[in-house]
């Protein structure tokens, strides 16, 4: 699934004292201020309750002075009906100003534009164009966008060694979404050689995060012993985390799971599922 990102933020430590100190300046007309008092808004951040209406307010102050950051944030707000009525046009157009201002972020969400045929005809191709400037300057979730339209062929000739060095890239990164995808392609030695060892690497990293679509892919490598002993308490566990992330396939494998264990087997895999914290040892 292609992905879409709001942007930058504030990075005072302080939350209280940085909104208390943005409002003066955004009050003065400073456009990084106004941008900066925005994103706490949006957040709920400095003390300030949670306002989309006035964020999008205060982004439009800092878009129309030119801050490509504002121009971003604000075409996201138009993207996801926050604080504004949902107008894909007007989201694009935004998203164009700060993309062709280098925004990676607003490159990045051009490209998801294209892809899903928002506000523009639906065009692979340039999506792909956007994602690619997005990528190149270090966007992960472009990167990983990348990534995907080269492993389905999209806009792009199909190449999965590409999409194995997008997705490196973002893995690189610490990008959930990127390590998982990496773990699918040595798991199905697609642009690299089948390697099982890596790609429960992989799935681990991520899965400790608690990334459930990882959960899954651990819960089927412990499921068919693929780079692991199978371990069918190991398996039901993983995918009872899964599911209880959001994952409802995992509770089909879960159940397909259950019919070859003991009462005593799923009772500890239950135990472990209870006591399992992100992070934290798998016993």
Do not use: C
Request: hydrophobic letters at 40%; proline letters at 2%; a neutral charge.
């Amino acid at each position: 699934m292609s992905r879409r990102t709001e942007g930058r933020g504030g990075l005072q430590k302080d939350d209280r004292e940085a909104a208390r100190l943005y409002k003066l300046a955004a009050d003065q007309g400073n456009a990084l201020a106004q941008n900066n008092l925005g994103y706490f808004y949006a957040q709920g951040r400095g003390g300030l309750a949670k306002d989309d209406r006035e964020a999008a307010r205060l982004y439009k102050l800092a878009a129309d002075q030119g801050n490509a950051d504002a121009q971003n944030k604000l075409g996201f707000m138009y993207l996801n009906s926050r604080g504004v009525s949902q107008d894909y046009a007007i989201a694009m157009s935004w998203f164009q100003k700060a993309a062709d201002q280098g925004n990676d972020y607003a490159q990045a969400n051009l490209g998801f534009m294209y892809q899903n045929g928002r506000g523009v005809p639906q065009d692979d191709a340039a999506a792909v164009t956007w994602y690619q400037k997005a990528a190149d300057q270090g966007n992960a979730a472009a990167q990983v966008n990348l990534g995907l339209m080269y492993v389905n062929g999209q806009g792009i000739p199909q190449d999965y060694a590409a999409a194995v060095s997008w997705f490196q890239k973002a893995a690189d990164q610490g990008f959930a979404e990127a390590q998982n995808k990496l773990g699918i392609m040595y798991l199905n030695g697609r642009g690299v050689s089948q390697d099982y060892a890596i790609a429960m690497s992989w799935f681990q990293k991520v899965a400790d995060q608690g990334y459930a679509q990882a959960q899954g892919n651990l819960g089927l490598m412990y499921a068919n012993g693929w780079g692991v002993p199978q371990d069918y308490v190991a398996a039901h566990m993983w995918f009872n985390l899964a599911a209880a992330g959001g994952l409802k396939e995992a509770l089909t494998s879960r159940e397909l799971v259950a019919a070859k264990m003991t009462p005593e087997q799923i009772a500890e895999a239950e135990k472990r599922f209870a006591e399992w914290r992100p992070g934290g040892p798998v016993l």
